[in-house]
Nanobody
Framework: QVQLVESGGGLVQAGGSLRLSCAVS????????MGWYRQAPGKQRELVAT??????TYTDSVKGRFTISRDNAKKTFSLQMNSLKPEDTSVYYC?????????WGQGAQVTVSS
């Protein structure tokens, strides 16, 4: 059974940095797609970044500020967030997709004060 547990997040001033991590238990395919999503109050969940087989993608609003990475040895993937803005405030979720199934983390609050 695959489970995802998030850590990180918190409160930071605008311009600051935070790092989110997602620890994965269970078997992970080398071709698994991993991603980070976020959802602000009253808004739809949006895709922030993905990584699969070394290829990364980012939504335009975070390009150049956020970096997604994967550590196969530790079975984790992370989102480094720099130059944070108040509009980045959301609950962030990690997601893993493999063999036709998807798994989600529990969510982590990120709050950026102005």
């Amino acid at each position: 059974q695959v489970q995802l547990v998030e850590s990180g997040g918190g409160l930071v001033q605008a311009g600051g940095s935070l790092r989110l991590s997602c620890a994965v238990s269970g078997v992970i395919s080398s071709s698994a797609a991993m991603g980070w999503y976020r959802q602000a109050p009253g808004k739809q969940r949006e895709l922030v970044a993905t990584i699969r087989s070394g290829t990364t993608t980012y939504t335009d609003s975070v390009k150049g500020r956020f970096t997604i990475s994967r550590d196969n040895a530790k079975k984790t993937f992370s989102l480094q967030m720099n130059s944070l803005k108040p509009e980045d405030t959301s609950v962030y979720y990690c997601r893993l997709n493999q063999w036709g199934r998807e798994y989600w983390g529990q969510g982590a609050q990120v709050t950026v004060s102005s």
